[in-house]
């Protein structure tokens, strides 16, 4: 069963019996997004968190020049919303679309509700991702004041070995904050240097 993946993530973090894996199941809704469809645009309201089953999404801002900034893959078995505007309750500041075909599964805020209510270790089970998402975010925060563009792009390499060959350079690059020449180039020196 595909939804057996958000089972097997859940219990690396806690332990759940059969009925509260079903109740969990119950809560989630399956969509499937075609490459470059959103599931959120900048400005809306986010009201959901969503997790891949397959494919890869992206979170997003786009600046004053058309440029755009990525903040976040979320490849296979990873989360990803719009953390601000789903906790604050304003509009959001990130896109977020389908960079390949993609099956997600969607919690809605009132289901993530209902769940702490009726399975309460759900509330640890989330805790430890959002505060895992904020290191990694601090962290990224320094790694672009302290490392060179070549460094960056090797803690990609490491943190989405699956994204390397399967998505396209200019989105890596606009994660790492290089030019997609200069991300080119930077792949090919890497790639030898293997």
């Known amino acids: 069963m595909h939804r057996a993946a958000i089972i097997q993530h ?15 199941l119950s809560l989630l809704q399956e969509k ?27 979170a997003y801002s786009v600046d004053e020049n058309g440029v755009e900034h990525i903040l976040q893959f979320a490849p296979q078995n ?15 500041h990130l896109n977020i679309d ?39 975010s601090r962290q990224r925060v320094l790694d672009n004041l302290e490392l060179s563009a070549k460094e960056r792009f090797a803690k990609f390499c490491k943190s989405y070995p699956s994204l390397i060959n399967s998505i396209p350079q200019k989105q890596i690059a606009a994660y790492i904050g290089v030019t997609p020449e200069f991300m080119s180039k930077m792949k090919a020196e890497y790639l030898r240097e293997m």
């Not at 859940?10 to 969990?24: A, G, H, V």
């Open 10 to 24: 859940t219990q690396k973090l806690i332990s759940l019996d059969e009925q509260e894996q079903d109740y969990f």
């Open 32 to 58: 499937k997004l075609l490459r470059k469809d959103y599931l959120l645009h900048e400005g809306e309201h986010c009201e959901h968190s969503a997790f891949v089953l397959s494919g890869c999404l992206r």
């Open 78 to 92: 990873w989360w990803i919303t719009d953390m601000y505007s789903l906790l604050s309750g304003k509009p959001a």
């Open 98 to 136: 389908a960079l390949e075909d993609s099956e997600i599964l969607i919690l809605s805020k009132s289901n993530q509700e209902l769940l702490y209510e009726k399975v309460p270790k759900f509330e640890r089970y989330f805790r430890i991702l959002i505060q895992n998402s904020t290191v990694a």
